[in-house]
């Protein structure tokens, strides 16, 4: 026998030994695009997942999260559905067929919605009345929607096909008395009406949204064309896939946009990736993880810290680029993120590390009925590490203006890691931070807040609470901002600082703020986040045509860091920038003035954008750079005299910090 023959002998036993071993191991061959004979149910909940919520119902965290998600007015067997209508349309109020811009589109959205929750509902309790509120429902629009119109008819399809399909799917594989002819008839509007606006899926959260409505359908259908469809669509679309939409970094197509356009396309995708994970089919995987990247990168920002890095040439394909991210929108406590769906995945299933995304899911509101919903669904076996971390202790609270209080605290401790601290505001979480400390903003003048702080690990134990501290926020923009003072780097005369009836008074020597290291007095307070420092230099000693004086955004206390420093000199105006420790620091002269004048800088993620002003009300920008600064930054009244031996006077009034 020849060698060739040899080979192909064995190969064709090692096959049939494979084939054989399968059914006998359950060995399951890696899938790409083929679902092959679709697993039913099998959307967005299979039969593993029905099963571990019918058993986990009565324990904790899923029986709060159960009850918390039937408070839902939608989630009701006597719930009142809005519709049918024959025609829906989504945003345009143009076209014959629609009586307003958005004919039964929020009934439509209602109606899916109640639909879903019943079904789910009644497989998990098997209570008949929500099977019955699920039929009626899908019977009236299946039996009369015949149109959705408009320009936005994509998203009207795409958003609630899912829905729809899965409430089919829940009851037409549960025994729920749901007739044949009406499965059917489903399958006919979601297959004639919803996909002709999906199969050719948009951009960046159009394109999920399609997406996931495509799949769903595909799978209640049983139409495997339209489910490789999806699946291509996913890899490979120029404007929908993920690898287009989510960089390796983790930002998002839409993060120059807002906060909450960029979280629609990912959990859009998220949502796909899971409804294939059902079918044997891993887009979790794709791009290296990147929907993981994804919502690190979304949580870590949406948490309060700064973007993980920023890429101004990226953006969708119909929109942008933006030149930096856009915290429109950005929260701590958007119950309908996705986090659940990533952390079923990527930690429990398959042991990766997401502290971020972690985090975030931790401080869902318990009460919000989409976080509860998600954490019934989709939270998956039980917490292995029951040790918390130690309370948090040393709670400081310091008010730094009329909107802005500063925290701080000790670390605490556990068995394995602290992985951050949950901040507590009259007793609601508004934030998290991985550091000890805190910037809260965005409040009232003059009005006291209690604070809390606990810490918690990364498999979801909290700790108890800290102490509570109280703190009253400033009585207005201009009262007095509680600054710490220093000189930086090697100055001939210390400088100092002090207050007095609304002017502060820097003095201050140092050969310059310049080149690659400085020589100023600083007065100072550390803020994590985005703010505004705003003031008028009333008056600057001229002890030198290079003496500065103005408002400063800097990386550390360092005489090399990175910093932004709108100055005003004797007659000029200048803005300053140094984008790296050590590196040069680079100016430009923004007008022709002297003091009285006004200064302005504004910190957004690590951008600081600086502003003049005659009157304090019309502002002109003066330039705008990077600074590598981590969370906190150093903000600030910035000094120097330019004479190293010789102290320049300073003095600052209508100052604020935003």
Known sequence: MSQRSTKATFMSIMLVIIMLLIPAYGLVLPKTAEAATFAHPGIMHNAEDLTRMIANQNTEPWKSALANFKTDSKASSTYPKQGPFSVVCRNDSTLSTCTNANNGNSALENDARAAYYNALLWNVTGTQAYANKAIEILNA????????AGTDAQLAAGDNGIFLANAGELLRY????????????????LTNVFYPHIQSPGDANWGGSAMKSMISI????????MFDSAISNFRTNSCASVTRNVMSTGQISESGRDQIH?????????????????????????????????SEYWSNYNLGNEPMSWDSTYGRCTMGPWSGINGTGRSASIG??????????????????????????????????????LTFAYRLGTITDPTKPSAPLGLTVKPLSDKVVNL?????????????????????????????????????????????????DAKSNTS???????????????????????????????????????????????????DYADQFRFAYVPLKGDHTITARVASLSNTHSSAKAGVMVRE????????????????????????????????????????????????????????????????????????????????????????????????FDNVSIQ
């Not at 595909?218 to 064309?225: G, H």
């Not at 044997?280 to 929907?291: A, E, I, S, Y």
């Not at 701080?408 to 507590?424: E, F, L």
């Not at 302005?600 to 951008?607: E, F, K, L, P, Y």
């Open 336 to 373: 309908w993120a996705q986090n659940e769906i990533i952390y079923a995945h990527y930690v429990t299933r398959k042991g990766l590390t997401a502290p971020y995304t972690t985090s975030y899911m931790n401080g869902m509101p318990a009460t919000n009925t989409d976080s509860a919903l």
């Open 262 to 294: 960029a979280l629609g396309g990912l959990g859009n995708l998220t949502v796909v990736a899971e409804i294939a994970w059902k079918q044997g089919v891993d887009l979790f995987g794709d791009g290296d993880n990147r929907l993981l990247a994804g």
């Open 556 to 651: 550390s206390l360092f005489e090399d860091a990175s910093n932004v420093y709108a100055a005003m000199k004797p007659g000029l105006a200048v803005f300053q920038n140094r984008t790296a420790p050590g590196a040069v620091t680079k100016s430009t002269t923004s007008a022709t003035v002297t003091a009285p004048y006004w200064v302005r800088a504004t910190r957004s993620g690590n951008n600081v954008t600086t502003y003049i002003s005659a009157n304090g009300t019309t502002w002109t920008q003066t330039g705008s750079s990077l600074i590598s600064a981590a969370s906190t930054a150093y903000v600030g009244l910035a000094v120097t005299s330019h004479a190293n031996t010789t102290l320049t006077t300073a003095t």
């Open 141 to 148: 629009w299946s039996s009369t929607l015949t149109t959705i």
């Open 174 to 189: 549960s025994n729920s008395g749901w007739a044949s002819a009406n499965i059917t008839q489903l399958e006919t509007m």
């Open 408 to 456: 701080s605290w000790s670390p605490s401790t556990d068995n394995v890691a602290v992985s951050g601290y949950k901040i507590y505001r009259n007793g609601t979480i508004v934030g998290y931070s991985p550091t000890t400390d805190y910037t809260d903003a965005g409040l009232t003048a003059s009005t006291a807040y209690n604070y809390q702080v606990s810490a918690y």
């Open 464 to 514: 108890t609470t800290s102490s509570t501290v109280t703190a009253t926020t400033l009585s207005s923009a201009t009262a007095q901002i509680p600054f710490s003072s220093q000189d930086i780097g090697s100055v001939g005369v210390a400088g100092s600082y002090s207050y007095s009836g609304g002017t502060y008074t820097v003095k201050a020597s140092g050969s310059d703020i310049w």
């Open 218 to 225: 595909a799978i209640f259908s049983n139409n495997q064309t």
